[in-house]
């Protein structure tokens, strides 16, 4: 192919032959002068044009082959030649079409040592250079991607609340599929990267197989174990006692501070264990002027006090709740979390089956997913923190802000039950709605920091949300700025999957 230099060179020698000529001779006058003196300005002027052109074209063609290469960097060893040149045509013409400054030409792969090359050419038609002869200026541009031996493990942490409804969710099922496809590639069960997945609304879901879990407080040990109820109630003698509820697999938190953390539950510890969720029967309405609770599902005793009734356990004595909406698992709408899993057929499933229900408590999924990845209890999946095989990351999406509504006048509660338990209980430092929405967005900060000080890669999303406070959040939770991403459209949700699965492909640009 022809450099630079040697397409400029033929040009040049003949007009230094002219010019030498002209210096024998005996006769001349100033225009002639002056006209020899303009023809190498404007050769000049012609010439950096030109070669700012190319420079252009050079460019683009860089970046077409580097998205070609990581593209193709991430399928898996073994393609032949045919299927490696097939795939990285289609990125490169992609991402460098027709109508762009410059022709392409054909674009050469090649494997060799687990490296992949790269090369491409475009032919660019000169602008002013053509009055010296050079009619077409040759642009090649070459790229060396590495294959690292390093392994992937990714929790994405989804918003799952009622907001993502409709074609918020059908959005971030066919993105988040994106992103299992591209880290998968043509490999079902591929060695080098696990993914887990954490729904989550106001509550998340372990799954009602975790019953019997070392971690679940079974023997009510927690100081916030059957709060709502009178002392000693253990919140699965309630289930027991309903004839058509089980346990459904959803959970409280634990207590401030172990809510932000991911320290190893310890049986001897009640509080490092974790409560089962049970949205109790709230108080039936006994006059016009009481308030209406939203979960009201069984008879009370009619002594007039809401509060006592709504402690009472006899009720549920071999009680059956008739309402499909309401009961001990009110609020508990999410699919249940999958752990770190190189299954990509179960991942998909999982994906396809989210539902969008309930409010939104951010830092309760993001401590989820760093429990997920963790290598200790409640998952045990995740590989050590100090294994260097693995790179570790988690992409925390959301459409909304932080929030725990009050009930409104006279209602003891204060709000809805949720992970957290009801406002009234000041499990967040208060009962006021709005300092309750504060905290979580403070705690959120907290475990996002927790999480990058244990060498998480943190990625952050903000999907259609009009809160600047939430943006600025959830910025400052990445890993780097660059980490965050903010999806004002439906469109754009699946190119940043898509963006993110790049970077998390273990490739790096060598050349």
């Known amino acids: 192919m022809r450099s ?19 210096r024998k001779a005996s006769r001349g006058n100033v225009a002639i002068i002056f006209a020899l003196a303009l023809v190498p300005v404007l050769a000049g002027i012609a010439g950096a044009i030109d070669f700012s052109r190319a420079y252009i074209v050079r460019e683009r063609l860089t970046s077409a082959l580097d998205a070609a290469g990581l593209a193709i960097g991430s399928l898996p060893e073994g393609l032949s030649q045919e299927e490696l040149q097939q795939r990285a045509s289609k990125f490169f013409e992609a991402n460098y079409p027709a109508y762009e400054l410059g022709v392409p030409g054909e674009l050469q792969v090649t494997e060799s040592d687990g490296h992949i090359y790269l090369t491409a050419n475009a032919s660019l038609p000169t602008a002013l250079l053509n009055i010296l002869g050079i009619d077409v200026l040759d642009i090649d541009a070459q790229v060396r991607i590495v294959r690292e031996s390093s392994k992937i493990e990714l929790v994405m942490v989804l918003d799952n609340t009622g907001s993502m409804s409709g074609s918020r969710l059908s959005a971030l099922k066919t993105s988040a599929a994106e992103m299992v496809n591209i880290l998968f590639g043509d490999e ?40 709502n109820f009178i002392p000693g109630t253990n919140i699965f003698d309630l289930y027991d006692d309903i004839r058509n509820r089980d346990w459904n697999g959803c959970l409280e938190t634990r207590p401030a501070p172990l809510d932000e953390t991911d320290a190893t539950p ?22 016009w002027w009481d308030p209406r609770y939203p979960n009201d599902y069984l008879d009370d005793e009619h002594n007039g006090d809401p509060e006592e009734r709504q402690a009472d356990t006899k009720k549920y004595e071999n009680a059956w709740v008739s309402s499909s909406s309401r009961g001990p698992q009110n609020g508990c709408n999410v699919r ?18 989210m539902i969008a229900d309930g409010m939104t408590h951010i830092p309760l999924g993001l401590a989820w997913g760093w429990r997920v990845i963790s290598p200790t209890s409640p998952y045990t999946e995740g590989a050590s923190y100090g294994d260097r095989d693995y790179k570790k990351a988690i992409i925390l999406l959301t459409d909304g802000e932080n929030t725990i509504p009050g009930q409104g006048w006279g209602n003891i509660n204060g709000s809805s039950y949720t992970a957290y338990g009801y406002l009234s209980k000041q499990r967040l430092g208060t009962s006021s709605s709005s300092q309750a929405a504060q905290e ?68 790096r640009i060598a050349e």
């Open 336 to 353: 249940t979390i999958t752990p770190l899993t190189n299954d990509k057929n179960r991942l998909l499933n999982e994906i396809d089956d």
């Open 4 to 22: 630079f230099a040697s397409t400029y060179a033929r040009p040049f020698k003949r007009l230094r032959r002219f010019c030498g000529t002209f």
């Open 266 to 287: 310890v049986a001897t510890d009640g509080d490092t264990l974790f409560v089962p969720w049970f949205a109790p029967d709230e108080p039936d309405r006994e006059s």
């Open 188 to 227: 079902t069960n591929p060695d080098h990267v696990k993914v887990g997945l954490v729904p989550f609304a106001a509550a998340v879901n372990v799954g009602s197989d975790k019953i019997n879990a070392p971690w679940i407080d079974r023997n009510a040990q927690s100081s916030i174990h059957g709060e």
């Open 440 to 507: 979580l967005d403070e705690k959120t900060l907290r475990i996002c920091n927790n999480v990058k000080q244990a060498n998480i890669r943190l990625y952050t999303i903000t999907f259609q949300v009009s809160s600047s406070s939430t943006r600025n959040m959830m910025r400052s939770c990445a890993t780097s700025p660059s980490m965050y991403y903010d999806s004002p459209s439906i469109s754009t949700l699946q190119e940043v999957f898509q963006q993110i699965a790049g970077e998390l492909n273990a490739l």
